[in-house]
């Protein structure tokens, strides 16, 4: 799957994980896009509210996504009231 991902911005991303004594399973993961690279992309499911606010990364967790496990992606848009 091919899709470009911008760094600060949120997803909903659906892809492949290896789970141990089992199979392949499809989960899918909401975050802030940290980083990104040919091989695979970072996003922080639990981040601070605003983007830039790295002061305690310790606060910030993070996952690594391989591209080519990836099913879907959807960048997602917040509406605030």
């Known amino acids: 799957m091919k899709s470009d991902f911008?760094?600060?911005?949120e997803?909903?991303?659906?892809?492949?994980d290896h789970c141990e004594?089992?199979?392949?399973?499809?989960?899918?993961v909401f975050g802030r896009c940290k980083s990104r690279n040919k091989?695979?992309?970072e996003l922080a499911?639990?981040?601070y509210a605003s983007?830039?606010?790295?002061?305690e990364?310790?606060?910030?967790?993070?996952?690594?996504?391989?591209r080519a496990a990836i099913v879907s992606?959807?960048?997602l848009t917040a509406t605030l009231e």
């Open 6 to 9: 911008k760094v600060g911005s």
């Open 11 to 16: 997803y909903r991303v659906e892809f492949w």
């Open 21 to 28: 004594d089992g199979p392949v399973m499809r989960f899918v």
């Open 39 to 41: 091989g695979q992309v």
């Open 45 to 47: 499911s639990w981040d």
């Open 51 to 55: 983007p830039g606010s790295d002061d």
């Open 57 to 66: 990364p310790e606060n910030v967790k993070t996952f690594s996504i391989v």
């Open 73 to 75: 992606v959807e960048r």
